[in-house]
């Protein structure tokens, strides 16, 4: 049988790996070397291949039946397409493209042409794969809840600096998409994926960064199937050294383990029994070669990866990844100070932790997912996005251990008095008929019960989160789930003086299709009760609760452009929060009961909202106890702030 004519489209990089196999498989007489497309010329020894950028070309000169392109992601699709219409065959690394429509892309010509396109992903080469599917079809595992994926490697500067496309998003306004994910541990992704059968149902992300990088270095996401399996991957780039990445499936009667760069099956069953296989790996271009002279069946088919791409897309589509704080990192420098590498401590324990419990990366709260805010590097407040909370609590995001810059803390999560109090944020007792505050609602003509009403708030995401602040967006469902609004919410830490100013801002999107109506218990009968909107729980163990600038009963339903509230910590330590608005909503506050400020957004008729809705409330969090003078003064301070922005 005569050598395949193969062509290598970038030499460089990885294409080295590439030329190694090459040389293998000439040494064997199975493929010759026909020609290298790349933009610098590529040093071969062991044979003299035509050299071209040209890809087209080359193959019109060469007559190469077998085009592998090994070039940036973004490039992908243009040069697959350019080998399949010139008339080659194409083996194309992974990621095969950057986008869905960027591979129908390729689909549609490989239809067209009726030639073979072989993706990269060298672990589904691996007799482990079929394996590991047979163990989860007959039983042997019982019921599969999950797989769970990990990885965890080390990486320098210099990785993110050997290309121009390394560490980026997209690159002179093309979608490149590297990132953990999508490229070093894309093997994981795909490898799972090839696991389970079925269209994906959701996919949810968190991409962090730890390098000054624009794409991810450390990423975790889920997957939901449509039949309910879950896959989750968690891996990091800044792992103090490597640590080989593997899934696991976990099922109701064992589990399997597979170390998927290595080929390494181990299998443990609840009777105790445990089995560890290493199973052979198809090289992926031989493999191709056998489908072009035998009619071999293709292990990696373009089709097959597009459960892949759709996770890829997800990537793509996703805020920008989050900056981790360089507190939380190891930094190692060079002689001149130049940073070499950034360690995260503990990252491939916490890998590992996600594979087992098929949890993201901030449903285990390693201290850079958390979410705090820090004035002068000082923590004031920390930010709750996923509470586990009953849904008669009315689940939502929220502030927390908010503290005054002496770290007198000024929230209280869970009360017992009200336990849907849930420190700083959003809250509506009724919004299109969802209670969204929590607790008993009241019915009109009846007074409190408890109803089946109860809506959510889901974090989606954050399009910006730093030490000062965030912006985020948030999903409200109603009962059983209807989407019922969108939400903006802005939240900025600043510093003002001896105290310091927690900024809290939100636009509500009604998502109804019609008008829909915010009312109150007061709307409803209850005098005096317009709560809803944002809100603020201080600590019930307050004592000496005053508020300003007058009493509760003059400032409840007053719509003054500021109010103040102080109390005293058991240790007889004094806090003062003044709270200052510009919307003229009358003021909801409770002092005497429990210590409570927020607006009232339906006081005394309901508020209907076409559109969107949009407040901003800035509170002033301060040590000690401020005369009416003092906190007209910061609240005049804060006025100008929101006048000129």
Not at 16 to 29: V, W
Not at 91 to 100: G, R
Not at 122 to 134: F, M, N, W
Not at 347 to 376: C, F, G, H, K
């Amino acid at each position: 049988m005569t050598a395949v004519r193969v062509i290598l489209a970038g030499a460089h990089g990885h294409g080295q790996h590439h030329l190694g196999n090459l040389r293998r498989l000439t040494d064997q007489g199975l493929i010759e070397l026909a020609g290298i497309c790349d933009v610098r010329p590529a040093e071969v020894d062991f044979c003299a291949p035509l050299q071209s950028p040209d890809l087209g070309r080359l193959i019109e000169k060469t007559g190469a039946e077998i085009t592998i392109i090994c070039t940036p992601i973004h490039t992908h699709a243009d040069l697959a397409v350019t080998a399949l219409r010139a008339g080659s065959h194409v083996l194309l690394e992974k990621p095969p493209a950057p986008s869905p429509a960027e591979q129908e892309r390729i689909a549609a010509v490989v239809a067209e042409t009726g030639l073979a396109c072989q993706v990269g992903f060298q672990s589904l080469g691996s007799a482990a794969v079929p394996e590991l599917r047979r163990l989860i079809a007959d039983g042997t595992l019982g019921r599969v809840r999950g797989i769970g994926g990990a990885g965890a490697w080390d990486r320098s500067t210099a990785y993110f600096t050997r290309a121009a496309w390394a560490g980026r998003r997209r690159l002179d306004g093309v979608d490149v998409v590297d990132g953990a994910l999508t490229n070093p541990f894309a093997h994981a992704v795909a490898t799972a994926l090839a696991l389970v059968d079925g269209p994906i149902a959701e996919i949810e992300t968190e991409l962090y960064h730890a390098y000054p990088i624009e794409s991810d270095d450390t990423s975790c996401l889920r997957v939901r199937m449509a039949d309910g399996l879950v896959i989750t991957i968690a891996v990091s780039l800044c792992a103090p050294e490597r640590h080989e990445p593997y899934l696991v499936v976990h099922g109701d009667a064992g589990r399997a383990t597979l170390v998927y760069t290595q080929d390494r099956l181990r299998v443990e069953l609840a009777d105790g029994t445990v089995t560890t296989t290493v199973h052979d790996r198809a090289d992926l271009l031989v493999n191709l070669i056998d489908h072009i002279r035998t009619g071999a069946e293709l292990l990696v088919p373009l089709a097959r990866t597009e459960t892949f791409t759709q996770v890829l897309d997800a990537v793509r589509l996703a805020p920008e990844p989050l900056p981790i704080p360089a507190r939380h990192q190891v930094l190692t420098t060079d002689e001149s100070g130049e940073v070499v590498s950034r360690v995260l401590p503990g990252i491939a324990a916490l890998t590992a932790r996600s594979a087992e419990d098929l949890a993201l990366y901030s449903e285990l709260e390693p201290p850079w997912a958390q979410v705090e805010l820090r004035v002068n590097s000082r923590e004031v407040a920390a930010y709750e996005i996923r509470p586990d909370l009953p849904a008669t609590d009315s689940p939502r995001p929220y502030l927390h251990r908010v503290r005054t810059l002496g770290g007198v803390e000024v929230t209280e999560v869970r009360p017992a008095d009200h336990v849907h109090h849930l420190g700083v944020g959003v809250a509506i007792s009724d919004l299109g008929g969802a209670n969204f505050w929590g607790g008993r609602t009241y019915v009109k003509d009846q007074g409190p019960a408890w109803l089946d009403d109860h809506g959510a708030q889901r974090h989606r995401e954050f399009s910006r989160l730093d030490d000062g602040g965030f912006t985020e967006l948030l999903e409200w469902t109603g009962p059983g789930g209807r989407l019922m609004a969108r939400e903006e919410r802005t939240v900025a830490a600043r510093p003002l003086g001896d105290a310091w100013a927690l900024d809290f801002a939100f636009t509500l999107t009604n998502l109804t299709g019609a008008p829909v109506e915010i009312n109150s218990s007061a709307t409803k009968g209850r005098a005096g009760a317009g709560y809803g909107g944002f809100f603020w729980r201080a600590p019930g163990t307050s004592s000496a609760r005053t508020t300003l600038p007058g009493d509760e009963r003059a400032v409840h339903g007053s719509t003054s452009p500021w109010v103040a509230m102080s109390g005293r910590t058991p240790e007889g330590r004094d806090w003062t929060l003044v709270f200052v608005q510009s919307a003229g909503d009358p003021w909801f506050v409770r002092v005497e009961e429990y210590p409570g400020v927020g607006q009232a957004l339906a006081w005394d008729r309901p508020l209907v909202v076409e559109g969107t809705l949009t407040r901003r409330v800035v509170t002033v969090v301060a040590d000690g106890r401020l005369d009416a003078a003092s906190a007209a003064a910061l609240a005049a301070e804060v006025s100008e702030l929101i006048a000129k922005e």
